[in-house]
């Protein structure tokens, strides 16, 4: 497995205690649910062992705060509202997309019920505003406000995505846009608000967020090269799961797209009805491969890294920090899970 | 049917097309089924003729700006903000309670999917922080903070309500509790938000939310009452429709909680496994009545609205805007469906 930046772990260890405490004012019916969706405890309430997520937003929250010269604890408070917003998100995501398992335990809807996972997730989307609005300054306010127009992009990728579905043939902007929502828009969010809440200045704002955005979009794309193509042992998921799915990720998108004999191939493995064996799932991985599906999802991840990076040379940040930011886009474009 | 106040259309009026222009900032996925939800639109996209809510808490909003000399302008915000909750949390309410039919015409869930009713919810949700914080001031800020108060008792209330389902015996006292935050904590928000975006005292803030928060008990309570000795020809639903549910609401929860043989007798029907029939909901009817659920629940209505009348007294207001609402509690109290 390729090794995670410590940086994320540092950042965990500051902002996880600081979501536990938010997660406390909820009432007690929610409370068990969501520490379940966290990994703090199992279904039946006893203390979980389970691995949390990679926490990027929780540490790009609060490296922008250090980026700009503040303390990492100024940068905590975005970390905690960002990943209220973003597990509320995943909970509702679950839901929509079926998945029964994420990070190999049963989704919330899946070990309570969607009503559970509804509720639970509304609660989280209402308290990430909350902790920024309950003793509001001006950088908070207007971290409550970026956060609210993050969210409504990232709904609006969501849709986008689901919308994806109904339509033959989608491109391969069409995706690079959806994800530019989906996970772009949020992680620009995560990767500014520290320095937001750090009253930095505008241009080093502006950086961050469009660091973030691109590194969302890069991020994305790795994923989509993990789906089909990624180590099942590393994953956790099978082999072509993307495809078996018959999920339009970008390297599907880029095939179906092209006017060739594969994208027609592909194309009506995707219209049939009958689920797609493992035979099947290797032809069209090789389909896409064979396309250039695979190279064009690479490119473009490379593509949105090099814009991040470039986006942090446009402003002035602190050396520690800075490097860490650009630690993280390399693991980003590396990683294996 | 009971009149309605004119002041509730006068409201609405004013409110409205402010929500559909905030609406149109939607992603183009969800504007369609969130149009559909507020009745401007049939699932097919053709404009709808469908009769919107009773504007409740517009009319709270816009009247508590002008009960504290301000214009109803500059309540309609407030209303704007507080009517994009209530109606997330309709959408969600929906999928949760299972019911297919609101206002007379398909839920969002059922007229297009529950992942659409999700994601539906989840937009306006975001967007009613969104207009409040777009362009912060101090009041708007202090409103947002409010408002995200006020939902998270609000979902802490519909999570109690769902746990009702699971415990054999409620209290009324539960009810009444469950109640205020289910209910009454949004409307005491939009009883007072347009206070607070006037700038208002803090005393007349107060006495508005006292007002609006037993006026949403009183309103669930006659709810309640309707919900099982309703008539069907104006409710729009059938007779003892609460009862067919299995509801545990204000009547059956004092009924239930008497160590009576009535009590015993309506915990056989709730506890049984089939559907109840039209006998056996008459006779559920029946037991309430006598064991005096049904008077229980009017005492409580009463006194929540001498409460919410009461609360009116606590600070000076203007006039006119003062007599509509005493003359908005008359209507809870004496409504018909």
């Given at each position: 497995?390729?090794?995670?930046?410590?940086?994320?772990?540092?950042?965990?260890?500051?902002?996880?205690?600081?979501?536990?405490?938010?997660?406390?004012?909820?009432?007690?019916?929610?409370?068990?649910?969501?520490?379940?969706?966290?990994?703090?405890?199992?279904?039946?309430?006893?203390?979980?062992?389970?691995?949390?997520?990679?926490?990027?937003?929780?540490?790009?929250?609060?490296?922008?705060?250090?980026?700009v010269?503040?303390?990492?604890?100024?940068g905590?408070?975005?970390?905690?509202?960002?990943?209220?917003?973003?597990?509320?998100?995943?909970?509702?995501?679950?839901?929509?997309?079926?998945?029964?398992?994420?990070?190999?335990?049963?989704?919330?809807?899946?070990?309570?019920?969607?009503?559970?996972?509804?509720?639970?997730?509304?609660?989280?989307?209402?308290?990430?505003?909350?902790?920024?609005?309950?003793?509001?300054?001006?950088?908070?306010?207007?971290?409550a406000?970026?956060?609210?127009?993050?969210?409504?992009?990232?709904?609006?990728?969501?849709?986008?995505?689901?919308?994806?579905?109904?339509?033959?043939?989608?491109?391969?902007?069409?995706?690079?846009?959806?994800?530019?929502g989906?996970?772009?828009?949020?992680?620009?969010?995560?990767?500014?608000?520290?320095?937001?809440?750090?009253?930095?200045?505008?241009?080093?704002?502006?950086?961050?967020?469009?660091?973030?955005?691109?590194?969302?979009?890069?991020?994305?794309?790795?994923?989509?090269?993990?789906?089909?193509?990624?180590?099942?042992?590393?994953?956790?998921?099978?082999?072509g799961?993307?495809?078996?799915?018959?999920?339009?990720?970008?390297?599907?998108?880029?095939?179906?797209?092209?006017?060739?004999?594969?994208?027609?191939?592909?194309?009506?493995?995707?219209?049939?009805?009958?689920?797609?064996?493992?035979?099947?799932?290797?032809?069209?991985?090789q389909?896409?491969?064979?396309?250039?599906?695979?190279?064009?999802?690479q490119?473009?991840?490379?593509?949105?890294?090099?814009?991040?990076?470039?986006?942090?040379?446009?402003?002035?940040?602190?050396?520690?920090?800075?490097?860490?930011?650009?630690?993280?886009?390399?693991?980003?474009?590396?990683?294996?899970?």
């Open positions: 497995m390729t090794p995670v930046p410590s940086t994320l772990e540092r950042a965990r260890q500051i902002v996880e205690p600081e979501i536990e405490a938010a997660v406390t004012s909820l009432c007690p019916e929610l409370i068990h649910p969501v520490r379940y969706h966290f990994g703090w405890e199992e279904v039946d309430g006893s203390p979980s062992l389970a691995k949390s997520g990679k926490g990027l937003r929780p540490a790009l929250a609060v490296l922008s705060a250090e980026a010269g503040a303390p990492a604890a100024t905590a408070l975005g970390a905690v509202a960002v990943e209220l917003i973003h597990n509320f998100s995943l909970i509702h995501d679950d839901i929509i997309d079926g998945d029964t398992k994420r990070r190999h335990r049963a989704t919330v809807w899946k070990a309570f019920s969607v009503d559970d996972a509804v509720i639970s997730g509304d609660a989280l989307h209402t308290l990430a505003f909350q902790v920024l609005l309950e003793e509001p300054s001006s950088e908070k306010v207007e971290a406000s970026r956060l609210a127009k993050a969210t409504t992009l990232m709904l609006a990728g969501q849709a986008a995505d689901m919308a994806f579905n109904n339509q033959p043939v989608v491109t391969f902007e069409d995706c690079v846009s959806m994800e530019a989906k996970t772009g828009a949020l992680l620009g969010c995560a990767a500014s608000i520290g320095a937001v809440l750090s009253r930095a200045q505008e241009a080093q704002i502006v950086a961050l967020d469009n660091y973030g955005q691109k590194l969302g979009i890069a991020f994305q794309a790795v994923d989509d090269i993990l789906g089909i193509w990624g180590n099942p042992e590393i994953t956790g998921k099978p082999a799961n993307d495809l078996r799915e018959r999920k339009k990720s970008m390297p599907v998108a880029f095939t179906l797209s092209l006017k060739s004999s594969e994208s027609e191939e592909l194309e009506a493995m995707y219209a049939a009805s009958n689920d797609l064996n493992e035979l099947e799932i290797k032809k069209a991985m389909l896409i491969e064979e396309a250039g599906g695979r190279e064009r999802t490119d473009e991840a490379q593509t949105q890294l090099k814009g991040a990076l470039e986006a942090l040379h446009s402003a002035e940040f602190h050396q520690r920090p800075l490097e860490e930011l650009k630690e993280i886009a390399i693991f980003v474009r590396e990683r294996d899970h």
